[in-house]
């Protein structure tokens, strides 16, 4: 008797099953994924302070999964850490699914439950949204709700607690954002009109409970803010302004001083030429759910570094982060291609980049009224305070037959040691910084590239020289060779060669690769958000797939 | 007693996510999910509304501090006359630069002249919807949106040329369904 229990889910599998059939909708579903898995086994190494890993070998997984059917999605991601990684966030432990949506799109009203990233304009009010190469993840778990109300109209709102690595921020985020594109708004009245118009307004609050024994904190902070963008054919111009009421915080001291951010960015575009220019100031911009985190947790906004992101690794070996607290920054980039057949371009043109970005601490002055006000410090907008970060960099990129291109780059990088990464004492760090990128196409199944780069610098751990060498074979293979040397540096014993191999199988959207060697300590950054990466040695893994 | 009920549960579980899933397998291949996004003019559009008439599509992530992305983006401006002379084939360039690099995006595609058309992904939720993770990551659309090929790395030994085979395929395809995916 006993035995039959079986055929109780059998039946209802052929209960459900034909049920499912009937319903045409459910059964044009789809489900798509991506996964990723990394290990590594790290030796202890004291010469390059590669630290003594207990554990031997460590991982950090996930796997995403999306169901879709017309105007229905829905999707889970499971992430494990056991245990996390060297460089992310030590509060990543073990595994779980922290991120789990259903979202509906009901005729221009679509409704997200569970987890959601968005933004609000250019991310300084709010921002929710992943980096998984940091361990970033501030995905909102409640209700979000997009409405496109009008042409051209569109509403969001959210509600609900952020992420914190396998749990949520003690704070509640409500929000909600406007914004209008005038030109399909006013539809034909404005068809006269060369450019587009757009004009945008958003407001967060966020609440959470005020515990602190020694200050009157308010337990409900609000964040707004204001923007617009002019665009025609060859002009863009986006300016944003943000207000936050007061929010003492552990980041800023717990001063009740309101915060500002300001952004403005205007770019030119026409053939063979683009140039962009931006300049923001943030005044104490740091918005978190929980007043009381540091590091990556419970951020609820988004301040990009108006710097330009290096790809190579020796240009990237000084690079700026944000300083929520406040700094005043600018940037601009011109691009020009040379056509193909004048004298600079040569037979196939030549395109050439040249970007100077900066970056400096407000000009304050200190109140010192802990024990009264609270208000910390007055700033003078329209000065600038300490040197924080500069870079020029220029890059030309020239094809030079049909087998054989390169880039050449150069960058002269001015870094506040002290600010950026919190030490003290040292001098404000200068280098500077050469690379050559050169690929050739041995024949139809060999391609060669090689990266060589030099930073000359006289401080902070002296020069360094780079070798990478990675031949790719096929369709499937590769195989990579990469010394990193800090020759100059003072110490004779830490002038290391750092090297690294790496070997990649991929097929389809499959992946797999495989390193050994030595990784020098370092700072990793995506964006605004960086993260330091201790020396390591010993072997890597990474498989990651997507159907 | 408990064992006998435990494997009965698994195996009548097991048995209806086998068939469930026979059930979702049985189903077109992959489309386009439908995300918006946003022009380089900044006007918002679905991308169900992508569309070329009929013929293929190349749907391509990129970011403007990708090498790689560039790189094949900038390999394939080379000989795009010809690939749409032949196929009439379209590139959509889809850009997941944050708000900190997307305002670069217009005068790179500007600076090195191509002919695409150009979106933007800040949020990167189209890139989410379509299951990508690292970029560059490049689609194959046929006539009905449908994804028959794609790939997530730049090969520099005839990727670019691997790309055009499956736009040859996808463009010389019926508007039949397509066969399931691997």
């Keep these: ?38 290990a590594a086994y790290y030796n202890p190494d004291s010469l390059i302070n590669a630290p003594a890993v207990p554990e031997k070998a460590l991982s950090n997984g996930f796997g995403n999964i999306i169901y879709t059917n017309g105007k229905f999605m829905a ?106 594109n005038l030109n399909e708004f006013f539809g034909h009245k ?64 717990y001063i009740y001083k309101p915060g500002t951010a300001a952004l403005l960015q205007v770019t030119y575009a026409q053939k063979g030429l683009g140039i962009s220019a931006a300049i923001k100031q943030i005044d104490n911009f740091g918005y978190r759910s929980d007043r009381d985190a540091a590091g990556v947790a419970c951020i609820i906004n988004y301040l990009p570094a ?32 040379f056509k193909k057949g004048t004298k600079l371009g040569g037979k196939y043109g030549t395109s050439i980049n040249l970007n100077y970005s900066a970056a400096y601490g407000l000009d304050t002055t200190q109140l010192h009224d802990e024990a009264t006000g609270r208000l910390g410090y007055t700033t003078n907008n329209f000065a600038l305070g300490k040197q924080y970060f500069q870079d020029v960099t220029l890059e030309i990129f020239k094809k030079f037959g049909p087998k054989f291109k390169g880039t050449f780059l150069y960058s002269f990088n001015t870094y506040n040691k002290n600010v950026i990464e919190g030490k003290i004492g040292y001098p404000l760090l200068q280098s500077h910084i050469v690379v050559f990128d050169l690929i050739f196409h041995l024949n139809d199944k060999l391609t060669f590239r090689t990266d060589l780069e030099h930073l000359y610098t006289k401080d902070d751990y002296g020069s360094w020289a780079l070798a990478l060498g990675e031949l790719t074979i096929g369709e499937n293979w590769f195989v990579s060779a990469l010394d990193q040397y800090n020759y100059g540096n003072d110490i004779a014993d830490h002038r290391i060669h750092y090297v690294n191999g ?37 072997f890597s893994m990474t498989i990651t797939s997507s159907f | 007693m408990r064992k006998n009920l435990f494997s009965a549960v698994t195996l009548g579980a097991a048995f209806f996510l086998f068939t469930a899933f026979t059930l979702v397998q049985d189903s077109p291949a992959q489309k386009l999910a439908s995300v918006d996004v946003k022009g380089l003019d900044g006007k918002i559009i679905n991308t169900s509304t992508f569309s070329n008439n009929g013929k293929p599509i190349v749907v391509s992530f990129w970011a403007t501090w990708c090498a790689p992305c560039k790189k094949e983006l900038n390999e394939i401006a080379e000989v795009y006359d010809v690939w749409q002379k032949e196929t009439g084939v379209k590139v959509i360039a889809v850009s997941i630069d944050d708000s900190r690099n997307s305002p670069k995006v217009k005068p790179y595609v500007e600076q090195q002249e191509w002919t695409y058309e150009v979106y933007l992904d800040e949020n990167q939720d189209f890139k989410r919807a379509m299951n990508v993770n690292n970029v560059p990551h490049t689609f194959v659309l046929n006539a009905n949106n449908e994804v028959t090929w794609q790939t997530n790395v730049y090969n520099p030994n005839g990727g670019v040329e691997a790309i055009y085979t499956a736009v040859k395929a996808a463009a010389a395809s019926t508007s039949a369904p397509a066969p399931q995916e691997k």
């Design chain 1, 190 to 253: 404005m068809d006269s009109c060369k450019a587009q118009y757009i004009i945008g307004a958003s407001f967060v609050s966020k609440y959470q409970q005020d515990q602190n024994p020694f200050l009157k904190l308010p337990q409900n902070v609000g964040c707004w803010g204001y923007r617009a963008n002019i665009i025609t054919a060859r002009f863009n111009i986006f300016g944003e302004y943000a207000y936050k009421i007061n929010d003492p915080a552990l980041g800023n001291n």
């Design chain 1, 1 to 38: 008797m006993k035995k039959l229990l079986f055929l109780i889910p059998v039946a209802l599998t052929g209960f459900v099953n034909n049920v499912y059939a009937q319903l045409p909708s459910i059964g044009g579903g789809q489900i798509h994924g991506n996964f990723q898995f990394d």
């Design chain 1, 306 to 337: 108006l710097t330009k992101q290096h790809t190579y690794q020796l240009a990237a070996f000084y690079p700026y982060a944000t300083q929520p607290n406040g700094e005043t920054g600018w940037q601009t980039e011109v691009g020009y291609k």
């Design chain 1, 502 to 538: 790496q070997v990649g199988y991929y097929w389809g959207t499959n992946r797999i690769q495989v390193g050994y060697g030595k990784q020098r300590a370092g700072i990793f950054c995506v964006g605004g958000v960086c993260r330091f990466v201790p020396a390591s040695n010993g």
């Design chain 1, 75 to 180: 999707g889970v991601r499971y992430e494990h850490y056991l245990n996390v990684m060297q460089g992310f966030p030590a509060d990543y432990k073990g595994t779980g699914i922290p991120y789990r949506f259903a979202t509906y799109n009901n005729d221009k009203l679509e409704i997200t439950v569970g987890s959601s990233y968005d933004q609000f304009g250019s991310g300084l009010v709010y921002r929710s949204y992943e980096e998984r190469g940091l361990g970033y993840d501030n995905a909102l778990d409640g209700m979000r709700i997009r409405w496109n109300a009008r042409p051209g109209l569109y509403i969001k709102g959210i509600w609900g607690k952020q992420r914190r690595f396998f749990t949520t921020s003690p704070g509640i985020v409500r929000g909600i954002d406007g914004e209008i």
